[in-house]
């Protein structure tokens, strides 16, 4: 995508988020009428409202749902979106690194980890020592604006049926009892998609307009067993079959043409099998890496050595034992200071991400040692360049042209807070 087509792109996208907030905020915000070919003009046609009184947004997340797994199985709900809406036609490429929160919290701040603070998983930080895991939900790890702060902000409501962040008091946002659920991932998928239908029943005052609905298929079933077993092919069903039920509550209050959905996935998935395996503890020749410097493994290895330990030494003695020929597959793994990473990952300035990153080439796994039974499954949080990590964007509704394709783009140009001249990133 050229630049211009980018930002043009990033405008359609984002129109879906920010004109649910400044239509229904009565916010002056313009669009002309008329084109057929927005990617080729800023004009941009959106169907008027035929029901609801303003425009809503249904963001929709199945974890873990690579690109192409939409042709695994019939999905003819998920191709209903594509065939009357917008898709990334390769696919949407993630952030770096391809994991479940940084890449959630991305799509809903516009920005990337480095910036929203949710740099991994799992991670410390340095200042107080404190550990982040996927129950913390202090505001003091979860920085920029999510798209619920920014819509209550603004006095609308928004509601979420999980979305990572989502639990955190925010400004105005105070995840309330009725907008807003505390992860349980035992709820039922057909309860969390008539629940957000049931906000359409709510008096238009009332009803919220931007809604989250998150699914954890098939990324579950794609850590158990990569991304091609039969159990993969009956989740991507099982989720279709949600989109299904939720079109068709959308039919039955007659709000169907009105309602924007835009369908996501955090991220791809790898097999991860056949002794792919690349072991700390066979760099011991050169450098003994203790396993408390250690906080995450694979993909992703970070490496927090000591205070007096430098950085740099422990850099280039474990690429001398990755480069020596004499540890296994030890070609597959880079290890870099954080700030020589390679510039695509935009990671690297917080200090919450270890003075050391290593990389791993896709279905290897680093560990410390041999492991007393070997696994196979399927992982993710490798390079987000690589295609098997891309996940699925289409957006269908009064904004999205019908049947119109585009090229990959990155999720934090879902949202749009770029406009905003605070922001940060570059382009
Ligand atoms: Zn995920």
């Known amino acids: 995508m050229n630049t211009k087509e980018k930002i043009i792109f990033v405008l359609l996208t984002c129109i879906a988020l920010v004109a649910t907030i400044a239509l229904a905020a ?12 927005p990617h080729r003009s800023l004009k941009i046609t959106i169907r008027p409202l035929s029901k609801l009184h303003r425009p809503v947004v249904i963001l929709v997340s199945s974890d873990g749902f690579r690109f192409g797994y939409q042709f695994k199985t019939p999905t003819p709900n998920i191709h209903r979106l594509i065939d009357n809406g917008t898709e990334a036609i390769t696919g949407l490429i993630p952030v770096f690194p391809t994991l479940t929160f940084p890449n959630h919290y991305s799509i809903a701040t516009g920005l990337y980890p480095t910036f929203h603070g949710i740099v991994n998983n799992d991670f410390i ?65 057909e309860e969390r998609v008539d629940t957000v239908l049931q906000y359409l029943d709510l008096p238009h005052d009332e009803m919220p307009v931007f809604m989250t609905l998150y699914f954890g298929d098939p990324d579950r079933q794609g850590h158990q067993v990569g991304p091609d077993d039969p159990a993969i092919t009956e989740a991507v069903a099982r ?39 690349i072991f700390i503890d066979d760099l011991a020749p050169w450098i003994q890496i203790l396993e408390t410097w250690i906080r995450t493994y694979s993909p992703l290895l970070s490496i927090r050595p000591l205070a007096g330990v430098s950085p740099s030494d422990v850099v280039a003695k474990m690429m001398e034992g990755l ?43 680093v560990m410390q040692k041999t492991p007393i039974k070997e696994e196979c499954g399927g992982a993710h949080g490798y390079d987000n360049t690589l295609f098997s990590m891309r996940s699925i964007f289409i957006g269908r509704g009064p904004q999205f042209s019908k049947g119109r394709k585009v090229p990959s783009f990155e999720n934090i140009d879902i949202q749009c807070d770029y406009i905003d001249s605070k922001d940060t990133r570059s382009f």
């Open 26 to 37: 009565t916010i002056s915000f313009t669009f002309s009428p008329g084109s057929t070919q």
């Open 323 to 365: 480069r020596s020929g004499k540890v296994d597959y030890g070609m597959k793994l880079t290890v870099y200071l954080k700030e020589d990473l390679p510039s695509q990952f935009h990671y690297g300035a917080s200090d919450r991400i270890t003075p050391i990153v290593g990389i791993v080439e896709e279905c290897y796994k």
């Open 125 to 189: 930080d340095p200042s107080t020592g404190d550990v982040f895991n996927q129950g913390s939900f202090e505001p003091k790890w979860w920085l920029g604006e999510p798209i619920w702060e920014t819509v209550v902000n603004q006095g609308l409501r928004a509601a979420t049926f999980f979305w990572p962040g989502s639990e955190v008091h925010k400004s105005s946002w105070t995840c309330s009892l009725n907008y807003c659920r505390q992860y349980n991932g035992s709820i039922p998928f």
């Open 239 to 277: 989720v279709d079959s949600m989109i299904g039920r939720l079109i068709q509550g959308l039919e039955k209050r007659g709000v169907f043409e009105d309602a924007t959905i835009i369908m996501v996935g955090d991220h791809g998935m790898v097999g991860t099998c056949d002794k792919k395996l």
